[in-house]
């Protein structure tokens, strides 16, 4: 498998540090409000990628991080007064609904920077006491002159840094570079004890503890968006090599932008849409298929049209995959003819160009052009006259396929809504003793193949094998 790196510039070969693991990082959001279809395509980057190594056999520790105590945090809760914590626990629980909706999985692990104090303190120490870091007044910051390796990530020299840097407003500061990694407490903001007194967090540094304390000091993939390159993931490099003596990541991930009118998105320019605005109007999965029809790296610009040229290309997976279903449930018919053994030869053959295109560099538009040559095939040739398991194969494979991009998931999810419905609707008929209701409602689950259990905690349901 290939990976584009944007520490070396090219395309490498991925060797994870333990065969058949991989141990992965991404910077997750700051969550001081609902997050837009830009920063949803960086989260759904980085799944698809742990879904696609996972389908390859490899184990995935995949860790996503919170950024909950921040300025602009602190910012809207003495706005709207409340805490900070308040904020920052409203906007995680709308990230995962929002999260959801989209397909993303969960994370192994979704730290926040506010339970990983000790981590973080104890990093900001070593800096301090190996001569990476000085503190001024309950400021903490670490010094880049010090470091010779700074500016490798992004690919700048320290001295053009230095020269393209805008006077600080900090004169304290040995370099204008030199970034804080602990801010002593302002009246009335949340703190934390610390060696330094009473303060919080820098942003920079919380990744390097969490990224440090859920996967350990090298880790093989580090990521976030095109954005985060410089300052914070050089930061990054800068922080946790500096104390560890150690390789921080082997391969760092680089999702490009989405734009509009080939504009990043992002909040500051107000040229955002969030999960919920597209919701109103479209599937989300349509949303989720527009962004994987499109290479990870290159930016993306983002229109109302484009996705509803990707709704009917969404729309054409699903009927297929409805067409197979349906041939299924029909039995098919016995036997199979030579044009059908072609065919499940040629089955194979599309999974191995999926694989191709995917292991070079993740490249989903292509596994997604892929894809849709092998729709065709079925559309074209599986039919009346074909055999049950032929059929089965070809939808099995397209399953697959989409699944590893978490596509063509919906009805599932539907159906699952769907079986709570009737189970609360059968409760109520019980309740009113309408038994034969009741029994009626049972019949007709046991027909979706839901098997019902009356347990003490309640009735509980499973899908029969
Ligand atoms: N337009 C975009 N396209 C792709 N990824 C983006 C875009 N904007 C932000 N991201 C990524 O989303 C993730 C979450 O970032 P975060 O919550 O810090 O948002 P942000 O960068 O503050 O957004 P904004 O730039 O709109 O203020 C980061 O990995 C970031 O790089
Ligand atoms: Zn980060």
Redesign the pocket.
């Known amino acids: 498998m290939k990976l584009y790196n944007t520490l070396t510039k090219e395309k490498e070969d991925f060797q994870p540090l333990v065969p058949g693991e991989i141990r992965m990082y991404?910077?997750?959001?700051?969550?001081y409000d609902l997050?837009?279809i830009?920063?949803a395509?960086?989260?759904m980057v980085f799944d698809a990628m742990r879904r696609y190594f996972q389908y390859r056999g490899y184990k995935v520790h995949f860790v996503q991080n919170f950024?909950d105590i921040d300025d602009k945090i602190i910012n809207k809760a003495k706005d709207q007064g409340v805490t900070s914590e308040a904020i920052s626990e409203k906007f995680i629980k709308e990230y995962f609904k929002d999260a959801d909706s989209l397909g993303i999985e969960r994370a192994d692990v979704h730290p926040k920077v506010t339970e990983n104090i000790p981590e973080i303190i104890e990093i900001i120490r070593t800096l301090q006491e190996k001569g990476y870091a000085y503190e001024i007044q309950g400021d903490v910051y670490f010094d880049v002159t010090g470091y010779k390796d700074y500016g490798r990530l992004s690919k700048q020299n320290l001295e053009d840094l230095q020269q393209g840097s805008r006077v600080e407003v900090d004169e304290r500061k040995k370099s204008p570079l030199d970034f804080v990694l602990w801010k002593s407490s302002k009246e009335g903001e949340p703190s934390w004890e610390s060696p330094w007194g009473k303060g919080r967090p820098g942003w920079h540094i919380e990744c390097s503890a969490m990224a440090k304390k859920y996967l350990g000091e090298t880790i093989d993939i580090h990521?976030?968006?095109?954005?985060?390159v410089f300052p914070h993931h050089e930061n990054e490099v800068a922080q946790s090599e500096a104390a560890t003596g150690k390789t921080f990541a082997n391969y760092w991930i680089h999702?490009?932008?989405?734009?509009v009118n080939n504009e990043?998105?992002?909040?500051?320019?107000g040229n955002?849409f969030t999960v919920r605005d597209i919701r109103r109007e479209f599937d989300l999965e349509v949303l989720r298929f527009f962004m994987l029809s499109a290479h990870y790296r290159n930016p993306l610009n983002f229109s109302k049209e484009l996705l509803i040229s990707a709704k009917s290309g969404l729309e054409r997976l699903y009927h297929s995959k409805e067409n197979l279903e349906r041939l299924l449930e029909s039995g098919g018919s016995p036997g199979s003819s030579e044009e059908e053994k072609e065919l499940v030869k040629r089955l194979e053959e599309y999974e191995e160009r999926f694989i191709r295109k995917m292991d070079d560099d993740f490249n989903t538009a292509d596994g997604i052009s892929v894809i849709f040559d092998l729709v065709k095939d079925l559309n074209t040739h599986i039919g009346e006259g074909t055999s049950g398991e032929t059929v089965s194969r070809g939808l099995e494979l397209l399953k697959r396929l989409t699944g590893v991009l978490g596509l063509l998931e919906q009805e599932e999810e539907v159906l699952e809504e769907e079986i709570e419905a009737l189970i609360e609707q059968r409760q109520e008929a019980r309740k009113n003793k309408d038994y034969e209701l009741a029994d009626e409602i049972r019949d007709r689950l046991q027909g979706l193949g839901i098997e019902l259990k009356d347990t003490p905690q309640g009735v509980q349901w499973r899908r029969k094998s």
């Open positions: 991404a910077c997750g959001p700051t969550v997050f837009h830009g920063n395509r960086t989260f950024t990521g976030g968006g095109g954005d985060l999702v490009g932008y989405l734009n990043k998105m992002s909040k500051s320019l955002f």
